[in-house]
Nanobody
């Protein structure tokens, strides 16, 4: 079982930065692939970035490459999403998710809202 709590969202002007954090509890965090998803109003939830248990395999959706950085600290049971050069199109609720010991994202946080003003 993994419980996830996101923080760090807020309102920022275009071009600004935010750092999202996802604090996890549970014994399987260190084995989990972690992902950040986002859902904008009227749109489906989609994967933004993911990182495997070792940090050696990282994925970014094309629209955030070069601007966002995902990282994790297994000692702190926390995964981060550093978001730079934010655009209004990045406005969404951002969710943290974990695979646990299996495949597929089984555990989800409650989400944190990011609003980028133009």
């Amino acid at each position: 079982q993994v419980q996830l709590v996101e923080s760090g969202g807020g309102l920022v002007q275009a071009g600004g930065s935010l750092r999202l954090s996802c604090a996890a509890s549970g014994r399987t965090f260190s084995m989990s692939t972690m992902g950040w998803f986002r859902q904008a109003p009227g749109k489906e939830r989609g994967l933004v970035a993911s990182i495997d248990w070792s940090g050696g395999r990282i994925y970014y959706v094309d629209s955030v490459k070069g601007r966002f950085t995902i990282s994790r600290d297994n000692a702190k049971n926390t995964v981060y999403l550093q978001m730079n050069s934010l655009k209004p199109d990045d406005t969404a609720v951002y969710f943290c998710a974990a695979t646990g010991s299996g495949t597929g994202y089984r555990y989800w946080g409650q989400g944190t809202e990011v609003t980028v003003s133009s």
